[in-house]
């Protein structure tokens, strides 16, 4: 559960669960998705290094990534579609795109769904602090009593919610959300927040950026898939197999370093 | 690219004086522009279906007979009830409005586009129908008596006597539709549309730094076109205002 999926979008996933059930029932065509070889991406960008616009363009690890797995077999990447991160699971299933390539976390909730590939990248919690401020937490625990941000929907923001706010040691007060990490980041550079809670490689970005540093992890294990139809079997395996190739070749570090050059 | 060098010359150039964060904005403006476009033509043409649609609606309401009636009310029931965000998944994932009306093989435009405003002008379409079957309602009735004293068929009375006075006191609640509208076209982000608000997040990802610039200067946007259109609309009232009693 990488990001934004709190309790508003439920309606999102009804709607989905709707279009998907119309798509089943034939009501709608493989309207603008690719032929039988011809694979169509959808990505939400603005989860640097993962996915962003520069200039324009979209550009980041997981573009490439798919691009160079999708090199890999008989299959042929004809286009780039964007859609809103929480958009991208009604847009498979009703076949605008053929893959979601989104730092999508693999978890039970989508795997209802949709299929993912195997696992292509591993991200745990980072907790960002100033890095001229006198704070400098080593836990969780050392967060009570001081004023914690994330993003909405995100896993950051469930681990204070769990294991902070409902125990007590967080008074909620302290805890805010915001639409964007960016703003998170903003409040926190501004002073308004002694902590924000990030994925670890978006951490890293902002670490280079901004003066913010990584006080410490917490370990969460996610893993990020490649989003596929389920009754997309063949391109499932034909992806996964391209994906092992990448990593064999020694492409994916090669792409790894490009993007996390500053982790 | 000579051409596409020289334009970058020019921008940097430009954009020199200014403060890094600034710099960065002024350098992005075309990219800002573009979305700009795409936000007034979205607004544009979806008032324009909510009107061509929302007018004859508001007229059934105050004139119709009880099946058309009610017909239209729950549609506009309907509609209004449903948030932007819903409809827009409705008109672009569940019944894609463009495999029956492929406009965008002829126009130069997406299908999101045409998922997005077909979206956007029905529900427009439903506020503007109770906007104007307001206006109808607030004619007094002794203008359609008098009217249809003086000879004029129903339908007569109401084209030549009670629309042109509805119409001029709608303005008000028009400029109201107008921002809706305007500031709603964000939402198309969910279909994909990359308008003025998708396009600052965009760049505010990519230079965090300059959050606060960008937002200063897309708000600047949406507040000259929303005030500008306004006393536009104003202009408008006041010129064709129904004049007070003598």
Same mark, same amino acid.
């Given at each position: 559960m990488s990001r934004r999926f709190s309790m508003d979008r439920r309606s999102y996933l009804k709607v989905a669960g709707v279009a998907s059930t119309a798509g089943l029932a034939g009501?709608? *065509?493989?309207? %603008?998705a690719g032929g039988d070889q011809e694979i169509v991406a959808g990505t939400a960008p603005g989860f640097p290094p993962f996915e962003m616009k520069e200039g324009g363009d979209l550009v980041g690890f997981d573009i490439d990534l798919l691009e160079a797995v999708v090199e890999e /077999? +008989?299959?042929? #990447? /004809?286009e780039w579609r964007e859609f809103e991160f929480s958009s991208l699971i009604p847009a498979l299933t009703n076949e605008n795109i053929d893959v979601v390539a989104a730092a999508m976390t693999i978890n039970d909730e989508r795997d209802e769904t949709i299929d993912f590939t195997d696992p292509y990248y591993n991200a745990d919690q980072a907790i960002l602090v100033r890095e001229d401020g006198s704070f400098s937490p080593g *836990?969780? +625990? +050392? #967060? *009570? %009593?001081h004023a914690v941000g994330a993003q909405e929907g995100t896993t950051g923001a469930s681990v204070v919610d769990e294991e902070l706010v409902q125990s007590g +040691?967080?008074?909620? *007060?302290?805890f805010k959300t915001y639409g964007s990490y960016v703003l998170a980041v903003e409040d926190l550079v501004n002073e308004n927040l002694d902590a924000v809670v990030v994925d670890t490689p978006v951490a890293n970005t902002f670490e280079a950026q901004r003066p913010v540093t990584i006080a410490f992890t917490y370990e969460t294990g996610e893993r990020y898939g490649f989003g596929l139809r389920e009754d997309a079997d063949d391109m499932t395996s034909a992806l996964n197999d391209g994906l092992a190739a990448v990593q064999d070749s020694g492409e994916y570090e090669e792409i790894r370093n490009e993007w996390f050059s500053e982790a | 690219m000579v051409v596409g060098v020289g334009a970058l010359l020019e921008v940097v150039a430009v954009c020199a004086g200014l403060p890094a964060d600034w710099q960065f904005v002024c350098q992005n403006a075309d990219y800002l522009a573009g979305g700009l476009l795409l936000t007034v033509a979205l607004t544009i043409a979806s008032i324009l279906l909510g009107f061509a649609a929302g007018f004859p609606a508001g007229a059934i309401e105050v004139y119709g007979s009880t099946y058309a009636k009610l017909a239209v009310e729950i549609v506009g029931v309907v509609l209004r009830g449903t948030p932007i965000v819903v409809i827009f998944i409705f008109t672009?994932? &569940?019944?894609? &409005?463009t495999e029956w009306f492929p406009i965008h093989r002829v126009l130069p435009v997406s299908d999101a586009f045409v998922a997005a405003v077909v979206g956007l002008g029905l529900r427009s379409a439903a506020y503007q129908a109770q906007l104007f079957r307001g206006s109808l309602q607030s004619v007094d009735a002794g203008q359609m008596e008098a009217a249809r004293a003086v000879g004029l068929s129903k339908v007569d009375a109401i084209r030549h006597v009670v629309v042109p006075q509805a119409l001029r006191r709608s303005v008000p609640g028009f400029q109201n539709e107008f921002t809706i509208v305007l500031k709603d076209t964000s939402v198309a982000i969910a279909i994909g549309l990359a308008e003025l608000l998708t396009r600052s997040q965009e760049l505010f990802v990519q230079e965090t730094t300059a959050v606060t610039e960008v937002i200063l200067a897309i708000s600047a946007v949406y507040f000259v076109l929303t005030f500008g259109t306004n006393r536009a609309l104003d202009q408008l009232n006041e010129r064709y205002a129904i004049p007070e009693d003598s």
């Open positions: 009501c709608l *065509s493989s309207f %603008g /077999t +008989d299959y042929e #990447l /004809t *836990s969780l +625990d +050392d #967060l *009570s %009593g +040691d967080l008074e909620e *007060s302290n | 672009f994932f &569940v019944f894609p &409005v």
